[in-house]
């Protein structure tokens, strides 16, 4: 069971090629039954990433990996992964609402989903939770 907004990443199998910050992310489900793609953990690999001259990586915060080019420009880099989950976003799309626009829901549902590495805050298995967001239709609301 997850959080409204929320789920678990489960390796049901595995393809010929899988990325090594994702097979370096994958952990026990406590019960040696399954593995776990863990939010934590992806976060965690991106991390140890080789820096560009004048670039300087800070602090995690969150999902998201502070970075500073020449101390003069400041980003965040979030890694998150595609998330195909048309029914989801169908679903979604065709509650009653008095907002956002129907262009804007239609044009949410167009751009897709994005799974971000971060938990539902305060919960056991915080580490292992994804968040669903609809990111790239939001900036354009």
Not at 49 to 76: M, N, W, Y
Request: proline share 6%; charged share 20%.
């Amino acid at each position: 069971m997850s959080y409204p907004g929320h789920c678990r990443l489960l390796l049901v199998r595995r393809g010929t090629t899988i990325q090594s910050n994702v097979n370096d992310a994958l952990c026990d489900d406590g019960f040696g039954r399954c593995k776990l793609l863990s939010s934590d953990l992806y976060v965690n690999t991106w991390t140890n990433t080789e820096l560009q001259k004048g670039e300087v990586q800070h602090d995690r915060v969150g999902p998201s990996i502070p970075i500073s080019f020449c101390r003069t420009l400041h980003a965040d880099y979030l890694h998150a992964l595609r998330y195909d989950c048309p029914n989801i976003l169908l679903k979604w799309a065709s509650r009653p609402r008095h907002w956002p626009p129907s262009e804007a829901v239609y044009q949410v549902i167009s751009l897709g989903a994005f799974l971000s590495p971060v938990g539902f805050k305060g919960i056991d298995y915080q580490g292992v939770e994804w968040r669903v967001c609809l990111t790239p239709g939001r900036s354009n609301l």
